[in-house]
């Protein structure tokens, strides 16, 4: 599967997607959107549930079938069509698809789950071999020596040693994580480890990530454990505990 360009991580599609309810094989759009956007934040965070659901489609955790039976392909590029549309106020209201279509939308899970998009490896820049060093790969004549080469040994390895002890510029852009509000925190964090906070129970896991919001990068500001404890609810990820 090729690789999807988005902000949207495949950890927090595929913890949503196995919290849908499908009762048929085969659910109206409108249900199913319906379902991610209240996984979200409900009606606040419409506009946000609607990008989850068309990341979701990219990723292939769903796939989008038309009424005449063919499936609908999607872009693993961020803003390209087809996009996932809700109505701004309502979304129940409408739920369709970008650019429309004169056909009704069905979604269903795929026969074989999708496996986890490859993350880039982190190769050293290619660099261009001096000329020297293509003439002597190509067999031709004896490569003339660069005049860095020229230069006595004790004076290379002094002007190396000084370029090793000059600071680094401080102008090297750093990039900044984005500080995310609770509401979407709160599924990007259970994201990353699910099985441990699974096994924690709902109380354990929310104790466990309101004392990571107080130093995460990415999380806007501290969580107490019973806001996290509704958040996860909401999501749908843990079983209720019916009382006797």
């Known amino acids: 599967m090729a690789e999807a360009t988005t902000s949207i991580p495949w ?38 549930g609607q990008k989850v659901a068309t990341q979701c489609f990219r990723y292939e955790l769903l796939e989008l079938i ?9 872009s693993k ?16 209201e409408a739920v369709w698809v970008e650019p429309r279509e004169d056909v009704r939308h069905f979604v269903r899970r795929p026969v074989t789950p ?6 880039p490896l982190q190769s050293p820049a290619t660099v261009t071999p001096p000329a020297d ?3 002597s790969a190509a067999g031709g004549s004896e490569p003339l020596q660069s005049p ?5 040994t004790n004076e290379r390895a002094s002007a190396s040693a000084d370029a090793q002890s000059q600071p680094q510029s401080s102008n090297s852009p750093i990039a900044e994580v984005p500080k ?13 480890r699910p099985n441990e906070l699974l096994a924690m129970g709902i109380t354990g896991a929310s104790e466990a990530l309101a004392e990571e919001s107080k130093n995460a ?12 404890e509704k958040l996860l609810r909401e999501l749908g990820v843990f079983q209720k505990v019916r009382r006797k």
């Open 148 to 152: 860095q080469s020229q230069q006595p």
């Open 133 to 135: 060093r293509q003439l």
């Open 180 to 192: 995310l509000s609770g509401k979407k925190w709160v599924p990007v964090a259970y994201a990353r």
């Open 77 to 92: 590029t961020d803003c390209e069509p087809p996009i996932i549309c809700a109505a701004p106020i309502n979304p129940a």
């Open 217 to 228: 990068a990415d999380c806007a500001k501290r969580l107490n454990a019973r806001y996290i």
């Open 11 to 48: 950890e927090l599609c595929e913890t949503i997607v196995r919290a849908l309810t499908f009762p048929c094989d085969l659910m109206p759009l409108r249900d199913i959107v319906l379902q991610i956007i209240d996984r979200v934040g409900g009606k606040r965070e419409s506009v946000y």
């Open 66 to 74: 038309r009424s005449d039976g063919t499936k609908m392909q999607f």
């Open 114 to 119: 999708p496996a986890p998009p490859a993350k």
